[in-house]
């Protein structure tokens, strides 16, 4: 199947209530939605959720549909800065494909701050071969660090997800919860304010990532179980316009934009 790469012509959805219902929730509460494929002008990854939180691109470069780290130096990394809409969230979720070209050592994802304790969020692949993240919030309680039962891929992509509401995290990897998941994190109510958000490094500018992203999104819910799947299964859902699927039995037969794009699908695509 020929690479596709989707654009405003194939049918991007610029307003909520133009993506498919049971995605309208998700997209609703998108306070940046980072596809290369959409948004890359120059050196700027566009937010196509429509709250302008546009990031630098600095030395990852943007191929095929991803953007693509390459852990040299001068350092591959997005700089998004604090929008107002990305601070004191007292909910997340985050949602990316990632694509590990190695498992050399530590990889920033997602970074709010520095990589270190007491930071605000963290979200990385650990040089012991799992994921790892930590939350401190505006009261300055600190999560301590949580780790994945699952080891990532290296060579392939998955979807990886994570959610925080209510005290409580949870990771999911290709729709699929992690088997240390949920953490309860006592007493962390939020995510502290004032620091900047990063992607493929931190402030501290280390931990350079090797590898591609695509498809990222930072929510302001913790969305459930049903809706990680959701995005897992349908990479594209949160920004491809919605068209009434017509019956076999019409003998109308749908145009190609008409067809939703699934999983499997979109991954050989981008692959």
């Known amino acids: 199947m020929a690479k596709q790469r989707p654009s405003y012509k194939q049918g991007y959805a610029r307003y909520t209530h133009e993506v498919a219902p049971e995605a309208r929730a998700m997209r ?12 890359i002008t120059g050196a700027t990854l566009r937010d196509v959720s429509g709250h302008g939180s546009h990031g630098a691109v600095q030395n990852a470069t943007w191929v095929k549909q991803w953007l693509n780290f390459d852990a040299t130096v001068p350092s591959d990394r997005v700089f998004i800065g604090a929008p107002a809409t990305m601070d004191a969230l007292q909910e ?13 050592g530590d990889y920033d994802l997602v970074v709010k701050g520095s990589h270190g304790a007491n930071q605000p969020f963290v979200l990385w692949y650990d040089a012991t071969d799992k994921y790892q993240f930590l939350i401190t919030d505006e009261g300055g309680e ?6 994945s039962a699952t080891t990532p891929a290296i060579g392939v992509w998955q ?11 949870r990771m999911f990897i290709d729709g699929v919860e992690d088997g240390n998941s949920p953490w309860t994190l006592t007493g962390v109510d939020d995510i502290a304010t004032g620091s900047n958000w990063w992607v493929g490094t931190s402030q501290s500018l280390s931990n350079f990532l090797k590898g591609r992203i695509t498809n990222l999104s930072i929510h302001n819910k913790g969305h459930s179980i049903s809706e ?44």
Do not use: C
């Open 28 to 39: 609703e509460s998108a306070v940046g939605l980072w596809y290369p494929s959409l948004g």
């Open 92 to 104: 997340i979720t985050l949602s990316m494909l990632v694509y590990f070209d190695a498992d050399v």
């Open 142 to 147: 600190y999560s301590g660090v949580k780790t």
């Open 159 to 169: 979807h990886l997800a994570l959610t925080f509401a209510n005290e409580q995290a």
């Open 228 to 271: 990680i799947r959701l995005l897992s299964e349908d990479p594209g859902i949160l920004v491809r316009k919605h068209r009434r699927q017509l019956p076999v039995s019409s003998g109308v037969v749908p145009a190609v934009g008409d067809i939703p794009i699934f999983m499997h699908h979109y991954m050989h695509n981008i692959g």
